[in-house]
């Protein structure tokens, strides 16, 4: 499995340049900002999560970040739902939404190995979702 880290942390570079610049001009430029503090703290932790069960999936042979529980892979999720919940001056924009999706990329470690995905899964799943429906539902019922 070492072979595909090079791969890995590939992707993990390109997604930081996404999240902090942006793939392409796809929405109006209002809608385009830079992340606050908080949500660049959320992505920095989201990729030293990654690198470490990355690290830990394909050079080592312990389980102690990645058992089959791995309930704290949660933690990120669950900020990212506080974050938007307490912060009502964030947009539910293309930011906060990458910001979401990055605190789900500890679970992309696992798609480089062969090991299964953690049954807390699930629940990061569900945290990410409320905090999109959250988020929507906060712009949608903003004044234009």
Not at 32 to 44: I, V, Y
Request: charge should be negative.
């Amino acid at each position: 499995m070492v072979p595909y880290m090079p791969v890995f942390l590939v992707l993990i570079i390109l997604g930081r340049y996404w999240v902090m610049r942006g793939p392409a001009r796809l929405t109006a430029e209002e809608n385009d900002r830079t992340p606050d503090l908080g949500e660049k703290a959320l992505s920095w932790a989201s990729i030293l999560m990654t690198v470490a069960v990355g690290i830990e999936l394909h050079l080592t042979e312990g389980d102690f970040l990645t058992a089959s529980e791995a309930y704290w892979l949660n933690i990120l999720p669950l900020l990212w739902l506080a974050l938007t919940i307490y912060r009502k001056d964030i947009p539910g924009d293309r930011t906060a939404t990458s910001i979401g999706i990055w605190t789900l990329t500890p679970y992309a470690a696992y798609v480089l190995s062969h090991k299964e995905l953690p049954e807390s899964t699930w629940l990061s799943l569900c945290l990410f979702g409320w905090a999109f429906f959250v988020g929507t539902l906060r712009d949608a019922k903003r004044p234009a």
